[in-house]
């Protein structure tokens, strides 16, 4: 059989960079660097890896108390990166270097910036940042918290702190730092394509391994045999199982291995169904997990021959010092690199908590600032008073009568009393407390010192940092979204010795990694911002932010172009918390990608590089980004370095690009079997179909017309299946987008492309709903769908945790609903009811208690957008009756808020309120009835008021606006018949009437507002 992908051409080689290494000679620096500070030098494993985490160099010596220091190349197989060599940058083979660290040591990240001069690149002149980055492996029980580590824009290290593998808990935590190593190379030698990387001084990189590049692509993606493959794998799993009944883990843990790579082929060729991906998942994991247990022991049943590690103790603080007169208060928190979200979220943490502490004292103090960058916050007291005021306190004791005796001598009771408070009976006084007199001695309370009281200041800051994924770097007390690294504490020019668990406050603080003198001293609290400002760090935010915006404005400008701040603005913010200084650099990139989709490239830019794009005057993407580096550097080398991770992803996209115009929308719908939605609830395959269904059962029900409803049944049959495509599998948050572009290209119509579109509108809080009535039909049977079936499968948001995105998808349905009226047919109760019924015809039953708090979760996010739009609480709470359909509720909103500013209307409202209040529950109107011949004029009178606005009403049940019209003689007769009549007459006939007649009033204001609620 002739293959479809023929064996590609090579690109020439070039001349590498002046002064780089080969990849041998990059190898043989790693090994010589990590070797000469005590880590073992260890060989790659056996068998396929798809990471050098896998090797049980890692896997498996990061388990239990041993140290353990090690580093490695690791040839990682990863099938589904096969791109038959054509690809610059993706390999089904890659080479890493892995080194791990066990315990962690204090200063892992000056570590690795070592390393990285040990391979001749300079840190100084290139921007080498720390991003943020949550590594996790749920099939294998494992997760951990770092950084991408960039080279001038280029991802070439995962940074991790290992918190948990083979579902075990780490103690010690171990540092992993995984080397890219082509990616490095391919920088450092100035080369666009893996095969151009020098080996060494006379072979290429292509010329040793594109061979099997191209072969092996052929076996992952053609021509393994999957019948042979499934057999593999569960002999694989069996033997692994057999070796663990034997309390072998080494050998069992192979095939673990074995059993994963198998899977990865399987994979590869599109050869897992749901099921399997399942329950493979889980067999692998129950294996890895059982190996980790078994290792463990069999390490303990050895005596731990490797050592153990003694946890460090908490510390203890020297003796305080003392201050004289009021002075500048300094706190300073290091840490590891934050993610940008907990910049801010930290100022707002310890913000708190200082100002919670001070406020408990009475220290006088002058102005409370709290500011914060990536890798400190800092908080600054102004005026902090030499010590509390003296104060004098009245303690007291025990009631006068039992006091004294008889005799007048003190008793027991006294006596024990002022031995607690070092008094004499001649210290005592009387007091009086609510008549009763009582004993007392005055007590003399010195105030405490400032320096006592920033002791426990700086301890309540320490620990009021959280974040929603905390971690532990072996201080052994502390977690923190990443490690506390050092501690500043100055009340003037004065140290205050501090301890929090086992962190010391000192004097010296820390810069720029890139500085001559990364640890500068701190000799006082005054002048500190200023100081920092010295080493180039703009500690405020809002001058941060302020900088970049002005930066990139201006670079925008230079090009004849501009940055849309406003809508950029979550990058703006993130580029803000990522930077101490940031330096703004100008990019380029080839005019012929500009030929891609712009939403490819922006997205490009946005997810993976931070990049600010550049537009012209009619809103046209220019060949341009910013970027902004942190401190000072080499810009021509770090705008070629940018410039060059911009060209492969655009060369990563187009190759998507073109590899999916090449397969038909249905061709990829085809394909969703062999994605898993969620393990009880499917492959997308099913949920899609789902999907369709209730578009269906909705266009019945909205009544679309013929061309409305082919519009829904053609994108519905279609939908999602850009799922399947490349492009999403890489850039996920393209989904729809991508569909649109692809059916247009496959010359589906563009009412049909924008529905496919529209069906996964509204993204997130801050972007566009859908426009059409297919798209937003489409729109809201996914998300009834999603939603139905989370609570379902009791996958519902709890705190922090909401993985499927249940709380967007119900702001999104609730917004859809809003925008388009005409589709109120559909209750959220009908939707979520159909959504449980089609669910049903799978085998998945959703119970009315369970279809009840779906309704309620999303009346609840109904509440919550009107309550954010500054409605009044009582019109938001008496309109939630009519949130089953939100459009209708927003009508009773705006009737509410506009009437209720009239007299005329509050008063109709309190006569239905009176009403309402004295009715017991369970009365109802009984139509047709009429007053008693013994009805007083005042029942009269109201009963031919509500008669008149009954007829006025007719047909017409529920108008607010019109009973507000209609309504205006209600009030005062209201008003009579409760002045001049008692309701809960003795006679139960006479009582039963007049409750019958307010309960008709009540009935007036309809079922969908709660009057009591105004």
């Known amino acids: 059989m002739t293959p479809v992908h023929q064996p590609p051409t090579l690109p020439a080689a070039v001349d590498r960079a002046t002064g780089s290494p080969t990849m041998q000679e990059a190898i043989l620096r790693l090994q010589e660097f990590w070797a000469s500070r005590g880590a073992l030098v260890m060989q790659p494993f056996n068998t396929e890896v798809g990471a050098g985490t896998a090797n049980p160099a890692t896997s498996l010596r990061v388990l239990g108390p041993e140290p353990w220091q090690v580093a490695y190349v690791e040839p990682s197989v990863r099938p589904d990166d096969a791109r038959y060599g054509e690809n610059p940058n993706r390999l089904q083979t890659h080479t890493q270097y892995q080194v791990i660290l066990k315990p962690a040591p204090d200063n892992p990240q000056e570590i690795y910036l070592e390393s990285l001069e040990a391979l001749g690149i300079d840190t100084r002149a290139h921007d080498i940042r720390f991003i943020e980055d949550n590594w996790a492996s749920p099939a294998l029980g494992a997760w951990g918290l770092g950084w991408e580590v960039w080279l001038d824009g280029l991802e070439i290290t995962q940074f991790t702190y290992f918190q948990q593998a083979g579902g075990l808990v780490l103690d010690p935590i171990a540092v992993e730092i995984t080397y890219g190593l082509e990616r490095i190379l391919m920088a450092l030698e100035n080369v666009r394509h893996f095969s151009q990387i020098q080996y060494n001084d006379t072979v ?37 199982q057999r070796m663990l009944d034997r309390s072998l883990p080494v050998p069992a843990y192979s095939y673990v291995l074995k059993c994963s790579h198998t899977f990865n082929v399987l994979d590869a060729r599109g050869a897992i169904s749901t099921t399997e991906r399942a329950r493979s998942f889980g067999l692998m994991r129950r294996l890895t997990r059982a190996v980790s247990e078994l290792w463990v022991a069999r390490r303990e049943e050895l005596g731990f021959p490797l050592g153990q590690w003694t946890p460090p103790a908490p510390a203890t603080a020297a003796a305080l010092p003392e201050v004289t007169g009021a002075q500048p208060l300094l706190i300073e928190i290091g840490v590891e690199e934050l993610p940008h979200v907990d910049v801010r979220r930290a100022t707002e943490s310890v913000r708190a908590a200082v100002e919670e ?67 004499t009976p001649e210290d005592v006084t009387r007091v009086d407390a609510d008549g009763v007199e009582y004993v007392a001695v005055e007590r003399f309370v010195p105030g405490r010192t400032s320096p006592s009281i920033v002791a426990g200041l700086a301890d309540a800051a320490v620990r009021s940092l959280h974040a929603e994924r905390n971690m532990r770097w072996g201080d052994p007390e502390l977690s923190y979204s990443r490690p506390v690294r050092w501690l500043v504490v100055l009340l003037g020019t004065t140290h205050v010795p501090v301890a929090v668990s086992a962190l010391v406050s000192g004097t010296s603080t820390r810069v720029l990694r890139s500085a001559d003198e990364p640890v500068v001293e701190v000799s006082d609290a005054r002048g500190f911002g200023e100081l920092l400002a010295g080493a180039g760090i703009v500690l405020d935010r809002d001058e941060r932010r302020q900088r970049v915006v002005s930066a990139a404005t201006e670079l925008a ?113 085809s394909r969703l079997g062999a994605l898993t939605f969620e393990e009880r609830l499917g492959s997308f395959d099913d949920r899609v179909n789902r999907i369709a269904d209730l578009a269906q059962t909705f266009t019945a029900a909205y009544g679309l017309d013929d061309k409305d409803a ?145 309704v ?28 089953d359909r939100p459009a209708r509720a927003d009508e009773l909103v705006a009737v509410l808020s506009e009437s209720l500013a009239e007299e005329g209307a509050r008063s109709i409202v309190a006569a239905l309120q009176r009403s309402m209040r004295i009715l017991p529950a369970g009365v109802a109107v009984e139509e047709g009835g009429s007053l008693p011949d013994t009805a007083e004029p005042a029942e ?52 039963a009437s007049r409750l019958g007649l307010l309960a008709r009033v009540a009935a007036l204001g309809g079922r969908e507002v709660d009057w009591l609620a105004l």
Request: aromatic fraction near 6%; charged fraction near 25%.
């Open 204 to 240: 290429t990189y292509g010329e040793v391994f594109a061979q099997a590049e191209y072969e092996m692509s052929r076996y992952y993606l053609d021509d393994a045999d999957v019948e042979l493959n499934h057999r593999l794998f569960q002999l694989y799993a069996d033997e692994a």
């Open 357 to 423: 502490q001070l406020a408990a004292t009475s220290l006088e103090h002058g102005a409370v600032a709290v500011k914060a960058t990536p890798r400190r916050i800092v908080v600054t007291v102004e005026d902090v008073a030499q010590a509390e005021a003296d104060t004098t306190l009245t303690v007291r004791g025990p009631r006068a009568t039992a006091a004294y005796g008889d005799d007048g001598e003190p008793t027991k009771a006294l006596l024990g009393f002022l031995r607690g408070q070092g008094k």
């Open 557 to 669: 400008a230079s090009v004849g172009g501009t940055v849309d701040v406003d809508g950029e603005s979550d990058l703006v913010d993130e580029i803000t918390d990522i930077v101490e200084d940031p330096r703004a650099i100008l990019g380029s990139f080839e005019q012929r990608f500009l030929d891609l989709p712009p939403q490819i490239l922006r997205t490009v830019m946005r997810k993976h590089q931070r990049y600010l794009p550049v537009v012209g005057d009619d809103g046209r993407m220019l060949p341009h980004f910013i970027t902004f580096a942190n401190g000072p550097h080499d810009t021509d080398l770090v705008r070629a370095g940018n410039e060059s991770v911009i060209r492969a992803r655009y060369e990563d996209a187009a190759f998507f690009w073109r590899a999916d115009l090449e397969v038909s929308p249905e061709e990829f719908r």
């Open 710 to 854: 082919e519009t829904v049944r053609r994108a519905a049959a279609l939908g999602k299946f850009d799922l399947a495509s490349q492009m999403v599998v890489e850039l996920s948050s393209l989904a729809g987008t991508m569909a649109q572009e692809y059916a247009v290209r496959a010359g589906e119509s563009p009412a049909v492309a924008q529905a496919l579109a529209e069906m996964e509108m509204p993204r997130s809080s801050a972007s566009g709903e859908p426009r059409s009535v297919p798209g937003a039909v489409l729109s809201l049977a996914d998300r009834f769908d999603l939603l139905t079936s989370m609570y379902a499968v009791g996958s519902v948001p709890t705190g922090t945790s909401d993985p499927f995105g249940v709380r967007r998808t119900a702001l999104g349905l609730v917004r859809v609903l809003r925008g388009f009226p005409m589709l109120s047919a559909v209750s959220v109760r009908d939707g979520v009811r159909a959504a449980a019924d089609r669910l049903a015809r799978q085998g998945i039953e959703t119970g009315a208690e369970v279809q009840e708090a779906a």
């Open 856 to 883: 309620d979760f999303v009346r609840q996010r109904y509440e919550q957008q009107l309550s954010e739009a500054g409605h009044l609480h009582s019109v938001v709470r008496a309109v939630l009756p009519a949130a």
């Open 940 to 991: 009269r009178e109201l009963e031919s008021i509500v008669v008149a606005i009954e007829e006025a009403m007719a047909g017409h049940e529920g108008d607010v606006e019109r009973l507000f019209s209609v309504g205006g003689a209600l009030p005062a007769a209201a008003e009579r018949f409760f002045d001049e009549i008692r309701v809960m007459h003795d006679d139960p006939a006479v009582k």
